[in-house]
């Protein structure tokens, strides 16, 4: 049996034949895997970028029209995709230290900074009223439900709840104070 050319063999991949299609896979997948991994430097990298051009070519066989050789088309594509997968890596790795230089900047307090509205905030929680102040740590600090602390402390469920909007209202107040 003769080995078939290229571009008979992609005349026959233009019909939908997946038999020729699995034999141009299997004639260039080297190929193009070799070229995609010098590019890209990784090997999942470059099985992806193969299994996602033979995709494309698949999707597109009708739409497809050799200038030159299918080799020269299949590396061309290989190489194209490559970039582009290199160019968008480039852009997230741009955006995630622009990103990083803005969080540190802007986002990021300092220890120091972190310290002090500890400090104040412990201040203005102490000077909230006694049992508005344990009904407030049991809900916040301690995550403890309102249910759970009308049981604890045996008054009503309205109770804790009025506390609660007493000790965040005093809370408030001492914040704006400080």
């Keep these: 049996m003769h080995e078939i050319s290229d571009e008979a063999l992609f005349d026959l991949v233009k019909t939908g034949c997946?038999?020729?299609?699995?034999?141009l896979v299997d004639r260039y997948r080297q190929l193009l895997f070799m070229a995609a991994s010098q590019r890209l430097g990784s090997e999942e990298e470059a099985r992806d970028?193969?299994?996602?051009?033979?995709?494309w070519l698949w999707q597109k066989k009708n739409n497809v029209e050799l200038q030159s050789s299918l080799r020269n088309y299949l590396y061309g594509a290989?190489?194209?995709y490559c970039h582009n997968i290199i160019r968008a890596q480039k852009s997230i790795?741009?955006?995630?230290?622009q990103y990083a230089y803005v969080r540190e900047i802007f986002i990021s307090p300092t220890e120091l900074e972190n310290k002090e509205l500890g400090a104040r905030l412990r201040h203005a929680i102490d000077n909230i009223a006694?049992?508005?102040r344990a009904v407030f740590e049991m809900q916040y600090l301690e995550g403890i439900s309102q249910k759970e602390i009308a049981a604890r402390r045996g008054i009503g469920l309205q109770t804790v709840k009025n506390q609660v909007l007493s000790a965040l209202k005093e809370l408030r107040n001492n914040l704006?104070?400080?």
Excluded: C
């Design 78 to 80: 290989i190489r194209n």
């Design 49 to 55: 970028a193969v299994q996602e051009v033979f995709i």
């Design 18 to 23: 997946k038999a020729s299609f699995s034999l």
């Design 130 to 132: 006694p049992a508005s």
């Design 176 to 178: 704006k104070q400080l």
């Design 93 to 97: 790795r741009k955006r995630q230290q």
